[in-house]
């Protein structure tokens, strides 16, 4: 889905459903759920559409993800071995694209607080996958 066909479709429902917000603080996570329930319900049609429509040709390997997934699964592992507000910061910052300046807001903290946790997050999480990777190698020579 293009960014401003979400964008659009976001602030075309939150108009629409403005008499449900409670809180006028609560507006950006207000925004986010919307667009959070766009995507799923846009890909959960572009699933159903492809499963609706098989081509005989077409051979889906399942096997072709499984090293991606599996680096999936550890970095949600070890994202889970961090503190609450590094783990948020990360995940505001790296996956979902967040700018500091917005991560303040959402955090209720200081921007050099912001930089700390995603730097000291950074650092742990180097520790973490950089430890089960050369215990994984370990495991595999012995």
Same mark, same amino acid.
């Given at each position: 889905?293009?960014?401003?066909?979400?964008?659009?479709?976001?602030?075309?429902?939150?108009?629409?459903?403005?008499?449900?917000?409670?809180?006028?603080?609560?507006?950006?996570?207000?925004?986010?759920?919307?667009?959070?329930?766009?995507?799923?319900?846009?890909?959960?049609?572009?699933?159903? *559409?492809?499963?609706?429509?098989? *081509?005989?040709?077409?051979?889906? *390997?399942?096997?072709?993800?499984?090293?991606?997934?599996?680096?999936?699964?550890?970095?949600?592992?070890?994202?889970?071995?961090?503190?609450?507000?590094?783990?948020?910061?990360?995940?505001?910052?790296?996956?979902?694209?967040?700018?500091?300046?917005?991560?303040?807001?959402?955090?209720?903290?200081?921007?050099?607080?912001?930089?700390?946790?995603?730097?000291?997050?950074?650092?742990?999480?180097?520790?973490?996958?950089?430890?089960?990777?050369?215990?994984?190698?370990?495991?595999?020579?012995?």
């Amino acid at each position: 889905m293009e960014y401003q066909d979400l964008m659009n479709d976001t602030l075309l429902i939150a108009f629409e459903k403005l008499d449900q917000l409670q809180n006028e603080n609560a507006f950006l996570s207000f925004l986010i759920g919307i667009s959070v329930r766009i995507l799923a319900n846009n890909n959960k049609k572009k699933k159903e *559409d492809s499963i609706a429509k098989p *081509d005989s040709f077409d051979r889906i *390997d399942v096997n072709a993800n499984t090293e991606r997934d599996a680096e999936i699964y550890l970095l949600h592992q070890a994202l889970a071995l961090l503190p609450d507000s590094q783990r948020e910061c990360i995940i505001l910052f790296e996956i979902s694209g967040f700018s500091i300046k917005e991560i303040v807001e959402i955090q209720h903290v200081s921007e050099s607080a912001v930089k700390q946790r995603l730097k000291r997050g950074r650092v742990k999480l180097m520790e973490i996958l950089t430890f089960e990777s050369a215990y994984k190698k370990e495991a595999n020579n012995g």
